[in-house]
């Protein structure tokens, strides 16, 4: 069978597509300040309703999962086993569509899916891999051989399990099948993600208060939900129009920060500097919660000595923002209670100090007394399930075989998951000869050609995927994946509502869902015992057990069966932070028994005017990249036609003067260069960019940004530096 390839389908034209497909009613939404003039008219994010069915469509409940963060309810209308468009579900706690889950139904009968198993004939780096068709039995005992034959020569530790996006059901049964197996190499896409941000919160020991209705000040701390997280925006919208103070902390002007009362327009990879510089005006003005401090804090006399050197005026020339700025925010944020406190998954920690950086934002929620004391009050019992993954059995008898521990031992003694932003280094070196590969794609990591290098050069790899995209065609096994309307599962907990997504329609060919082959697989492997032989439903099952539900109970429930609130979960007789001295940690003892400093101290970026003045020379630009966009996600959905045509191809946002100064103008063919690699894309003259920093979209294969990337690691987390680089632009 000829190579098949999703990126040649990209050129597909909007017709084509849908005389192949049908046509679709799906409308996109992406958030801006007219889809905000809209919602304070229109009663808010509710006011986006529904449609009637028409005669003959049945209407279905499912989860989005086109985003992989939002899970919003849709609901799809259904005519003669074919889904005609979706809309939202009103029923559901979580909503409305945006752009991308009023697409669903391209991505579902996208030409280019996947749809049978596929086998490598020709030898890998072939310029034709000679894909064939196989059966799933051929290919998941293919893969089960080589997975055990290489256990028993080498020893199961070689073989590495991998999850991208989507996450949400491959992640568990991945990790349980690498466990199970006697891999503790499992890995995810939030090696780039948000682990670090996670890692910075609990070796501080929490995090802030997050967004509620009742706050008077919230900051967004380099968070743009217009275009990450549309539905959170209502909330936001009626919040400041009922009188709440927004702070946001963005390079970009953003829609969050065109919304801003205070606009801090912070030079990518200073943020721990702004954040110590705040501190230093909350402490010398007294307007730090003292009361908190002394009773749950530890190491404030430590913090405090420490950031009386970052002065706002020292702050405003390390991070270009305005010393009156920064101590109008801190005193707004420190006295204008109560405050709530929204951060991003990884762009405060994308830089060779980020979970520090992060740490010294997080400080500022402490010092205000703005989080909360675990175990301190009564709390509401929550519903939850547990995963199947059960690494907190299975992963400390096999985690000393992790080579990770000897690059980033923070990581590896808290993180459940490889650090996999070194896995050249593991290729290279013989600690992984073989993998599974779940949605992977290697253009997620700086210099990228390092890492489709490091797969090929793997003696077996096999992945699975909606599309046979670049990663795939370096496997040597590709397996077909249902979407989130085709499958069955995972459970979902909205609320105190508890619901099984369940498919929609079938769309033929031999598409499966993730946690049914890899159960198969596991059988396959000889684990099938672990893996309740197979049954997914069993799985469901024991899940459920807690609640007193069957997977088929709830299953037959599409909109969900509600779980009445319990009793109230007592105060805790001995209640405090999960660090080691049971308080907030301005002082960490994690990181200072790793040889780390402990103190959220600020270094500057490993690339910057100031640290590499020479380079800087040369490449006076800062590189910003991997921001959202909101018709895509990180690498995802390029090859929907609906999203594509709302951007075309890809750009760089330039500000007018740099523009200027360069003769640029918008549109021109302009190259990106950077110490190590250039490309050429599109110029975006835009205010969106402040003056000497500009901002390139990841993910595009024709204008690769993380071939300019450097590999600038965090030693505490392994994070790269994808936020603060250096680079010029120059006309092509």
Request: aromatic letters at 8%.
């Amino acid at each position: 069978m000829s190579k098949v390839n999703a990126g040649t389908n990209l050129d597909l034209s909007r017709r084509t597509f849908l005389k192949a497909t049908g046509a679709l009613g799906a409308t996109t939404f992406i958030l801006e300040e007219s889809q905000v003039g809209f919602l304070r008219k229109n009663g808010g994010l509710a006011a986006l309703a529904q449609g009637e069915a028409a005669g003959g469509e049945e209407v279905k409940c499912s989860i989005c999962d086109m985003c992989c963060i939002g899970y919003c309810g849709v609901e799809v209308l259904v005519q003669n086993g074919r889904a005609t468009r979706v809309q939202p579900w009103a029923d559901y706690p979580r909503g409305p569509l945006c752009s991308k889950g009023n697409s669903i139904l391209q991505q579902l009968y996208h030409p280019a899916r996947l749809r049978y198993p596929m086998k490598r004939t020709n030898p890998k780096g072939s310029a034709d891999a000679g894909w064939t068709r196989i059966t799933w039995d051929e290919a998941l005992t293919t893969i089960a051989e080589k997975f055990n034959e290489i256990k028993d020569r080498d020893g199961a530790e070689k073989v590495v399990f991998y999850v991208g996006d989507p996450k949400e059901e491959p992640r568990p049964p991945a990790q349980r099948l690498g466990l199970v197996f006697g891999s503790p190499n499992y890995g995810t896409e939030s090696s780039t993600c948000a682990t670090s941000m996670q890692m910075a919160q609990r070796l501080n020991g929490a995090g802030g208060l997050p967004f509620n209705a009742n706050a008077k000040t919230v900051i967004f701390w380099a968070h743009n939900p217009g275009w990450s997280m549309a539905r959170e925006m209502g909330a936001l919208v009626d919040a400041k129009d009922a009188g709440c103070k927004v702070i946001a902390v963005d390079p970009r002007l953003s829609p969050i920060a065109r919304m801003a009362d205070i606009h801090l327009q912070v030079r990518p990879g200073t943020d721990g500097a702004l954040a110590l510089g705040m501190a230093n005006v909350m402490i010398s003005e007294g307007l730090y919660d003292s009361e908190f401090v002394e009773q749950w804090t530890y190491g404030f006399e430590q913090f405090k000595a420490y950031v009386e050197e970052f002065t706002p005026e020292k702050v405003a020339e390390i991070t270009w923002v305005p010393a009156a700025k920064i101590v109008e925010a801190a005193r707004l944020y420190a006295t204008n209670k109560p405050t709530a406190w929204v951060t991003s998954a990884s762009p405060v920690v994308h830089h060779a100090n980020g979970c520090q950086n992060q740490r010294a934002v997080g400080a500022l929620a402490a010092l205000t007394g703005n989080v909360v004391v675990p175990g301190l009050k009564p709390s509401p019992s929550g519903v939850s399930v547990p995963e199947i993954n059960d690494w907190q059995k299975r992963l400390p008898p096999l985690k000393d075989l992790k080579p990770d521990k000897e690059y980033f031992p923070v990581w590896w003694e808290m993180i459940e998951q490889l650090q996999m932003n070194l896995l050249p280094e593991y290729v290279g070196d013989g600690q992984l000869k073989a993998g599974l590969f779940v949605g992977a794609n290697f253009r997620m990591w700086p210099q990228d050609q390092e890492y489709s290098k490091a797969i090929t050069d793997m003696e077996f790899a096999a992945g699975a995927d909606f599309w046979m995209t670049p990663t795939m065609e370096l496997m040597d096994i590709v397996l077909p994946v249902a979407t989130s309307l085709e499958r069955t599962g995972p459970i979902r907990v909205a609320g105190r509502n508890v619901f099984i997504r369940t498919p929609v329609v079938q769309l033929g060919g031999e598409v499966r869902g993730d946690r049914e082959w890899m159960f198969d697989l596991a059988v396959k492997m000889g684990l099938g015992a672990d893996f309740w032989d197979g049954s997914v439903e069993a799985s469901m099952d024991w899940q459920l057990e807690a609640l007193g539900l069957k997977a088929a109970d709830i299953m037959a429930e599409p909109k969900g069966v509600n779980i009445p609130p319990g009793e109230m979960t007592p105060a805790s007789d001995e209640p405090g932070f999960a660090t080691p001295s049971g308080k907030f940690e301005f002082y960490s003892q994690v990181l200072e028994k790793a040889g780390f400093d402990p103190l959220p101290t600020y270094k500057e970026p490993a690339e910057s005017p100031t640290s590499t003045p020479d380079l800087a020379a040369k490449y006076p630009l800062v590189l910003n990249t991997g921001s959202r966009e909101p018709m895509f996600v990180h690498t995802r959905h390029r090859e929907i036609p609906r999203l594509r045509e709302l951007q075309v191809e890809p750009k760089v946002d330039i500000n007018p003067v740099d523009a200027n100064a360069r003769g640029i103008k918008q549109g021109n063919d302009v190259i990106v260069e950077g110490p190590r690699a250039s490309i050429t894309l599109k110029a975006n003259v835009t205010q969106l960019a402040m003056p000497g920093v500009v901002h390139v979209y990841h993910g595009w294969p024709e204008a690769d940004i993380n071939i300019v990337t450097g590999r600038n690691f965090d030693p505490i987390s392994g994070f790269p530096s994808f936020k603060a680089e250096l680079c010029e632009v120059r006309k092509a």
